[in-house]
């Protein structure tokens, strides 16, 4: 993938897609989603661990959700950078969308989310 325009936009189309699964409260909706979005051998890797595959990244989904009911994510726009994204976003609930802070970075094959690493931005306060 390179970096025109129309490329980035197909990869913000994608990303857009990857946090509506993030923000659907319903794992029934996932299953059908999931191949639209990720490889079959989708790798999420997070602080709490690695997730390969749909039924492990819908449990990550599932936990992080239990762990903070009523939370979204608002992704920002996505950049592009030879082979590698990165989408900066915030989590929180409705008054306060910026609550935690963090980015994926991530990479794409067969027009789907192969690998996403995620940051999570901590203050040392």
Known sequence: MDT???DLALVQQLITRHFEIWNDPDPAHW?????QVYTPD???ADYDGIATGYADA?????????????FTFTPDAVSWNHGLGRVTWGYG???QAH?????????IRDGRLSSLRVFINKNDK
Do not use: C, M, N, S
Request: proline share 8%; no cysteine.
């Open 99 to 107: 609550l935690i802070r963090g980015e994926d970075i991530f990479t």
């Open 42 to 44: 989708v790798i999420v």
């Open 58 to 70: 819908a449990r990550l989904i599932g936990k992080v959700q239990a762990g903070h009911r009523g």
């Open 4 to 6: 025109t325009q129309q």
């Open 31 to 35: 299953p059908a989603k999931f191949p």
């Open 93 to 95: 609930p409705q008054q």
